[in-house]
């Protein structure tokens, strides 16, 4: 059974950062493309960012600067480090597991992250 849970979430103020993690299990991790995606309300799910097995990152634009992402294949877990949160960082963060041949794809339950002073 695949499991995805992220942690970490909750509610910080402008300015402030968070960590979010993800621990993964039932996935031969170190082959997966691990990614963070965030949907606000009344908006569609978006990529934050990616991270390949080799380590190679993707971020978006609207967080590139203040996001990091990474990943400890030991641990089987990723992790989304956000810094200088904005209020319009504000959503349901989810973890994603995609195997970059099979196509095959997991996501976790998601995680509130709300910034608000």
């Known amino acids: 059974q695949v499991q995805l849970v992220e942690s970490g979430g909750g509610l910080v103020q402008p300015g402030g950062s968070l960590r979010l993690s993800c621990a993964t299990s039932g996935i031969i991790f170190s082959n997966y493309v691990m990614g963070w995606y965030r949907q606000a309300p009344g908006k569609q799910r978006e990529l934050v960012a990616t991270?390949?097995?080799?380590?190679?990152?993707n971020i978006a634009d609207s967080v590139k600067g203040r996001f990091s992402v990474s990943r400890d294949n030991a641990k089987n877990t990723v992790y989304l480090q956000m810094n200088s949160l904005k209020p319009e960082d504000t959503a349901v963060y989810y973890c994603?597991?995609?195997?970059?041949?099979w196509g095959t794809g997991y996501w976790g339950q998601g995680t509130q992250v709300t910034v608000s002073s």
């Open positions: 991270i390949a097995k080799g380590g190679n990152t």
């Open positions: 994603n597991a995609q195997h970059p041949i």
